[in-house]
């Protein structure tokens, strides 16, 4: 099946580009479709999905982690694994569900997949990771294949392990700009990435890099772009809560508190319209902390909202708030998109 942009969009994507970051238990499909339709990034991309759940005979279970609607094209399904035979037949599977991309996740610390010798762990196991690149590449059929991954696992590694992914020649790579050790717990080394993509210049490779870590606005991912000479950056935790993000003309803070909350409650309602009797609503808890912040009486309303098990109590929570805060007042210019429900506005 043909996706929505070239069969290889990394070579026809503007540039510089802004993509928007795969989180675990964060960017399904209803926090993508939000982004979407607030401030759409130039590529999103799945939470990580297992090669092992898709080879399985309960790949059904696993399949809701790849759900997505053609708003979100260009949209890349992230994969992770150890087995390249099983990278190879996921990669086909994604393939004809109509995916953009393909994206190995090589950078996940978490202890979890980490003993399994997936994710990080791969930049130790080179010979591994240029296997499963290479399998994925068969099973893709000529879709684009990036990978995501990090500097080093105990200490940095730019040359070295750079060196064995451009040997395996992917689409692109995303450099979170820490090794594993690390975690997020240091600043981000942009002076490495930067490295990163001198290496691929004297190479002479046509492989796009992109960096990640700590870009908390544009504007600080324009400048990280000027000083490194990066293809693009990807943004994590400096979209969370935030899907006015990638707007160059409008961002949170310009939006009412009122259209704020009305847009927090569409993202639930689209939570539960996707994946009702699939996923717990309490997923939902880390948004409502990350949308309910930093204005007076937010700590209340973060607590009150841990209760809701589905979008109506959220609406009414939300309503209650409201009528008790009625300087609050919504903004007409944010609330013509339809994401801000009426009732609000008849509240205030």
Partial sequence: MLSYVSKNFWRTIRQPIFALAPMADVTDTAFRQMFASLSKPDVMFTEFVSTDGLCSEGRKNVLREL???????????????????????????????????????????????????????????PDLAKQIIAATKRGASGLPVSVKTRLGYDTVETETWVGHLLDADPDAIIIHARTKSEMSNVPAHWDEVGRAVELRNRRGSKMLILGNGDIKSLEEGDLRIAETGLDGVMIGRGAFGNPWFFSRSRSRESVSLADRLGVMLEHA?????????????????????????GFPGAHELRANLMSAVNATEVQRIIEDFLKNNKSFAPNPVDSHAGLVPVVFNKIL
Wanted: net charge negative; glycine share 8%.
């Fill in 67 to 125: 759900k997505y609607k053609p708003i979100e094209h260009p949209i890349v399904a992230q994969i992770w694994g150890t087995d390249p035979a099983k990278f190879e037949e996921s990669a086909r599977l994604i393939e004809s569900l109509g995916f953009d991309g393909i994206d190995i996740n090589m950078g996940c610390p978490q202890r979890k997949e980490i003993v399994h010798g997936a994710c990080a762990a791969l930049i130790r196991n």
């Fill in 269 to 293: 309602r689209l939570f539960e319209e996707e994946f009702e009797g699939e996923k717990n609503f309490a997923v939902m808890r880390k948004h409502f902390k990350a949308y309910v912040t």
